[in-house]
């Protein structure tokens, strides 16, 4: 969403940068958060006919089905029958093919276009990045939309194709918000985390167990708001209730693609069959509307500055912080506390010593310039990523007749034909990664592992390239990066090594803590 004014659009665009595997320092060198600007706008869109292939051309396999009953029976296998993981592999087998036709949920009767072209792999997946061949209008949840009621009335930012004139103006205040708070992130990171691991250690003193899920929300949400609008949500109405709210929100918006565990039939009489209604959550999501515009006012200066209305910025504002950054802090940093876990004392070891001698260089404090001297702990971090990406699904509708690879074919996509990538896929494909279904803590230390770091796409686009106004990748891609290495860097500055055990919940792992090993270094 920023920069000063509406007439920065004809001109180079403002871009928001953390530190990042695009740009190689030398040891010694001092990295900032900083603002740059691109050298060229984003190219035009240009309509031509699909680009030759040396690839053999084949038809893309797989059948739809018959209206509503094809929808159907896929929805049920991909949910109840075999799995999601499941769905895809034996799609695969059975075409021979990592491209190929089928059903996404939900399906009749939330939507009737349930038709979609999916691509498994790391050749093919990356078109749906590129904003000349694929319109990302409408497609941020697939193949329905949630209602607009649930964001005010306003299609927000994730629903927008960068061709969108809004878009443009929406990103700019999102790069403004998080450029004028730049100073406020590791401080508030480290008071909001350390009351998580006070909480943690004392729920393990009590029961010998510790949900880190609970402990992390809540430290997830202060953090955001402390750090992003100087905002502490204890000291408002809004209290402690900020983390339950935002879930019951997200499910208003995402139910009819969740598994949440309740019996078959219940789940698909309701939320697979039904949207919720908007109105069920009305009052609870003028709670947080009244939050955050009551703690945004230099943001929706900006915004007027910039043609946006008061109203629309903090719809966006709200979705941009509740949606995108809590959400994907709510499912991502339990995946990383999951690997590592898993993973085992030795790299627990070797991060906790790389970790405290890089921040003792640097005299015992947090800097940009210390993490950058971490190599092992930013690789377990693109790792984590990698295995296990936040937004595992991702939608583009081709805008032309395309010609898409895979590793062995090339494949003949009509214009308006949905495009679907599972990204789990793409990031394990075995043609890339060796050992690709482990994971691999320096996976990407040293420079070869750098060099596969294009295949990085947790964000939206790949981890070598940068968000801009003309692309969908994430506007705070480098934000969530910063706090993921944060989170690591925390927890080995404080601990030595810790056990857990994993489940599952709707929204991805579900961690206890068994054991904390105190530093003793």
């Not at 320092?25 to 706008?41: G, T």
């Not at 990356?126 to 949840?141: H, Q």
């Not at 934000?479 to 690591?488: D, P, Q, W, Y």
Request: proline content about 7%; aromatic content about 12%.
């Amino acid at each position: 969403m920023a920069s000063s004014s509406s007439s920065t659009l004809s001109s180079p665009f403002l871009r928001l940068e953390f530190p990042s595997a695009r740009n190689q320092r030398s040891p010694n060198h001092v990295s900032f958060i900083r603002a740059s600007v691109s050298e060229k706008p984003p190219p035009a869109v240009s309509v031509t006919s699909p680009e030759p292939s040396k690839l053999p051309i084949r038809k893309i396999p797989g059948d739809c089905g018959l209206p509503v009953i094809g929808p159907f029976k896929d929805r049920q296998d991909y949910f109840y029958n075999q799995g999601r993981d499941e769905f895809f592999k034996s799609r695969i087998q059975k075409y021979q093919s990592t491209v190929f036709r089928t059903n996404m949920p939900p399906g009749p009767f939330i939507t009737f276009k349930p038709n979609v072209v999916v691509l498994l792999d790391g050749k093919s997946f990356p078109v749906l990045f590129d904003t000349s061949k694929v319109e990302k209008k409408d497609v941020f949840t697939g193949t329905y939309m949630p209602s607009t009621d649930l964001t005010g009335g306003y299609r927000v930012l994730s629903y927008l194709d960068p061709s969108e004139p809004k878009h443009a103006l929406l990103k700019q205040l999102v790069f403004f918000l998080l450029k004028s708070r730049r100073n406020h992130v590791i401080p508030q990171f480290h008071a909001s985390y350390k009351d998580l691991f006070d909480q943690l250690e004392s729920n393990l003193a009590e029961t010998g167990k510790a949900s880190f899920g609970d402990a992390n929300d809540q430290a997830a949400f202060n953090f955001l708001a402390r750090s992003l609008f100087a905002a502490n949500p204890a000291d408002s109405k809004l209290g402690r209730d900020g983390p339950k709210i935002v879930q019951k929100w997200v499910l208003f918006q995402l139910g009819p693609v969740l598994r949440l565990g309740l019996p078959q039939f219940l789940e698909e009489s309701t939320i697979r069959t039904f949207r919720l209604p908007a109105a069920l959550i009305k009052k609870d999501y003028q709670r947080l509307y009244d939050f955050f515009y009551s703690s945004s006012s230099s943001v929706l200066d900006e915004a007027e500055r910039l043609g946006i209305t008061r109203d629309e910025a903090c719809h966006n504002l709200l979705f941009a912080t509740c949606f995108n950054s809590f959400g994907g802090m709510k499912l991502f940093f339990p995946n990383v506390i999951k690997w590592i876990g898993r993973a085992g004392v030795k790299l627990h070891a070797r991060l906790a010593q790389e970790i405290r001698s890089a921040v003792r260089d640097a005299g015992g404090e947090i800097t940009m310039a210390a993490m950058e001297n971490m190599p092992l702990m930013k690789s377990v971090v693109y790792e984590a990523f990698r295995i296990d990406p936040p937004v595992p699904l991702q939608f583009g509708r081709a805008k032309r007749d395309l010609l898409i690879e895979s590793h062995d074919h090339a494949f003949q996509v009509k214009e308006g034909d949905l495009l679907f990538g599972y990204q789990p896929f793409a990031t394990k494909d075995p043609r890339i990664f060796d050992r690709a279904e482990e994971f691999v803590g320096d996976r990407f230390v040293g420079e070869e592992g750098e060099k596969l770091l294009k295949h990085v796409l947790w964000s939206n686009g790949p981890e070598t390239e940068s968000p801009t106004v003309g692309n969908k990748q994430c506007a705070g891609k480098d934000f969530v990066t910063l706090v993921s290495r944060l989170l690591v860097v925390e927890f080995f500055l404080r601990y030595d090594s810790f056990d857990i055990q994993v489940g599952t919940s709707p929204l991805g792992s579900k961690i206890t803590i068994t054991s904390l090993k105190r530093s003793s270094f």
